[in-house]
Nanobody
Framework: QVMLVESGGGLVQAGGSLRLSCAASGRTFSNYAMGWFRQAPGKEREFVAAISRSGGYTDYADSVKGRFTISRDSAKNTVYLQMNSLKPEDTAVYYC????????????????????WGQGTQVTVSS
């Protein structure tokens, strides 16, 4: 069992920045890849970013590439999503997810690959 708790969401003006955190507990953090997904009202959940369990490999949705950065801190069992140059279309509930027992380089864009999910944190970007 893995528990994931997101934090760091809020209201920000367009062009601003936020850093989301996802604290993990329950199993060895270095044994699973992590991902961030988001869901806007009336839309399907979509992939945002993912990082391998080694931390050495990352992947980003085209819509956030160059603006968002995913990272992980094994000492704190936490994964981060640094979001810069935010746009109103980034408004959504952001979820972190854990994909257990993956190869060191592996990270997935597919939500169904993930085994555990956090409760989500709201990000609202005003124009």
């Amino acid at each position: 069992q893995v528990m994931l708790v997101e934090s760091g969401g809020g209201l920000v003006q367009a062009g601003g920045s936020l850093r989301l955190s996802c604290a993990a507990s329950g199993r060895t953090f270095s044994n699973y890849a992590m991902g961030w997904f988001r869901q806007a009202p009336g839309k399907e959940r979509e992939f945002v970013a993912a990082i391998s369990r080694s931390g050495g490999y990352t992947d980003y949705a085209d819509s956030v590439k160059g603006r968002f950065t995913i990272s992980r801190d094994s000492a704190k069992n936490t994964v981060y999503l640094q979001m810069n140059s935010l746009k109103p279309e980034d408004t959504a509930v952001y979820y972190c997810a854990a994909d257990l027992d993956t190869p060191p380089f592996y990270r997935s864009r597919v939500g169904a690959s993930y085994d555990y999910w956090g409760q989500g944190t709201q990000v609202t970007v005003s124009s």
